[in-house]
């Protein structure tokens, strides 16, 4: 039995290219003792995998050249020498790009009742628990504060403008395009959504923001962070929890240098910018998991996903991710569940 | 009697010349029901009094041209209808530059047992607790942390290095020259100081940041911000109190546009940016006031004060001030105390 993955053929140079990644087949490991064979369902896409592709200074080292791609998984145990999982269970894994791995730490099992497993990769899992965790902890956003967030439709957007509703909040949504934007108002509740590809993006986000913004959700960076700006009220907390539009920049945008006049506003207006990644919250999973279900049963957190077919399809929706293409939580399904439990009837 | 004054004669262009102030002398004012007469005795000058000779949207309005410039006092009471308060009473007060005011509110009798009045101005007043309220509420020194604090020698820089040594953690002051650098070790206990007007300043500083930086207590901006930046340890707090260098500028610096580097680094080392004002912690007073004067007696507090003659001497002194020229808490002796009391028995 063969093991399909996708391994990281070259650190690309600005956006990633399909030539950086390479298909390879290998023989499927075999578990020893306390771990469990796994057969991948889903695989999460997300843009904090172009920070892996590049051997730049982060908070997690890099995927090394020849080494198969990071990232979160949902999937099937096969066999068993773990004590705690049998063939059959569904767990949350961090297998990477491909279809088979073994593991024997780091899997919580899932239960099939709450919903399609593959939410425990978006509004269950690391992105919506990036909104919630980051929105709550550091945005503390109060009734009636207006909190505006960027890449509005992905899956930690959505639900930061979800959550900032149930807290009362007036919600302004950044997205890319007509379509997302009245999926925004229409699909997502929020209050107003601007498009950032307009000519005169800057001027319509500041009609949007009247009283302007007490909290912002930086997703993007760029020219939406420079259009917010200005707008930031007194004590306003702008959360930094991603930068997508400076992923794959090879050099500095030209001048002049701005950062005295971010330096200057964070003074005279008492900013506050803070960083943020959803692993330094971990204590917070239970609160998340338990508000979110219920948020979700009473039909306050909407969620959509966005499933492309098939391991090998992996680096073009990538791609697509960091360009703006895609709508909703990314995920590719690398086996369908019922190929999947089939397969377990197979000699292994 | 006539009371001298200084009024922003015209709004600086980059640094402030002595023409943009002027020398009036009108009649001195008389108290109405419920204020005091005042003599001053200190005017304290202060960098936040460049943001006031502008009118660029800040925290606080500007002076208008023809006012008088604005300033915190320590003033004698001359003649009383203030129920609180009685001829010869030493209070802190906001008379700004100028010999005599009168004033309802905003008033606070100084105890002259507790040390030099003048002290209210600096060590036990608005620089002072400039440093105890941004240090432990936002900085949050832990034992064995980095502080790195610039303008060094200043009354909020050698206060926040000698609370983070209170504190037990490593202490890196930043001053302009030989003799400062050497007073920040000798005079403020420091563990290591650096010159930033050094060729190698950069290089001095990672020598100094063996374990890089926990937290910078920011005072200056420029090449100083420039060069900590970068040692900035993950989950580093940076509390943006002053921007001395940007102050009179009047054009951004020549490009690259360095703000997405400093949006990453805020990103991927999980950095804090805080901007801080300390009249937003007024709560704080009576606990500085409390553990400041402690330290003092025991010895762990030193401060330094600079004191200039004379009210007309104030805009020179002020604009030194601005250019690093003096060294501690800038004061200008506007009548001596012993005058003060003389006058006392002057027909009022």
Redesign the interface.
């Known amino acids: 039995m063969k093991n399909q993955r996708i391994v990281l053929a070259s650190r690309p140079k600005g956006e990633p290219k399909q030539s950086d990644f390479r298909i390879e087949e290998i023989d499927v490991p075999a578990p020893v003792d306390g771990e469990v064979l796994l057969r991948t369902l889903y695989l999460s896409l997300d843009p904090y995998m172009r920070?892996r592709m590049s051997d730049a200074?982060?908070?997690a080292k890099p995927v090394e050249v020849g080494e198969v791609m990071e990232g979160g998984t949902v999937a099937e145990v096969i066999s068993s020498k773990h004590a705690g999982l049998s063939p059959g269970d569904i767990v949350l894994s961090y297998s990477g790009w491909q279809q088979y791995s073994t593991a024997s730490t780091g899997l919580r099992k899932l239960d099939p009742s709450v919903g399609p497993v593959s939410t425990a990769l978006g509004v269950l899992g690391m992105p919506g628990m990036t909104a919630y965790t980051g929105l709550l902890t550091i945005g503390q956003p109060k009734e009636g504060e207006t909190v505006c967030v960027a890449a509005a439709t992905g899956p930690v957007g959505s639900m930061v403008g979800q959550i900032a509703k149930i807290k009362k909040c007036r919600t302004v949504g950044i997205a890319g395009g007509e379509e997302k934007c009245r999926a925004l108002i229409e699909e997502f509740g929020f209050d107003v959504a601007v498009d950032h590809r307009s000519a005169n993006f800057a001027e319509q986000l500041k009609t949007a923001c009247p009283s302007g913004i007490d909290v912002y959700f930086?997703n993007v960076?760029?020219e939406v962070?420079s259009a917010v700006l200005p707008l930031l009220n007194?004590f306003a907390r702008v959360l930094?929890?991603?930068?997508i539009a400076?992923y794959s920049?090879t050099?500095?945008?030209?001048?002049?240098?701005?950062?005295?006049?971010?330096?200057?506003?964070?003074?005279?207006?008492?900013?506050?910018?803070?960083?943020?990644?959803v692993t330094?919250f971990a204590d917070q999973a239970s609160a998340f998991h338990r508000d979110v279900v219920q948020w979700i049963k009473q039909g306050q957190i909407k969620y959509r996903e966005d499933i492309v077919e098939g391991l090998e399809a992996a680096p073009e929706a990538f791609i697509g991710l960091l360009r703006g293409k895609n709508f909703g939580k990314l995920v590719v399904r690398v086996t369908s569940e019922g190929q999947s439990h089939c397969a377990q009837g197979e000699p292994t």
């Not at 930094?240 to 930068?243: E, H, I, K, P, S």
């Not at 945008?253 to 990644?277: K, S, V």
């Open positions: 920070g200074k982060s908070y930086e960076g760029g962070w007194d930094v929890c991603g930068l400076h920049a050099e500095l945008p030209a001048g002049p240098d701005r950062t005295p006049d971010l330096m200057m506003r964070i003074l005279r207006q008492r900013l506050t910018l803070r960083g943020f990644i330094d």
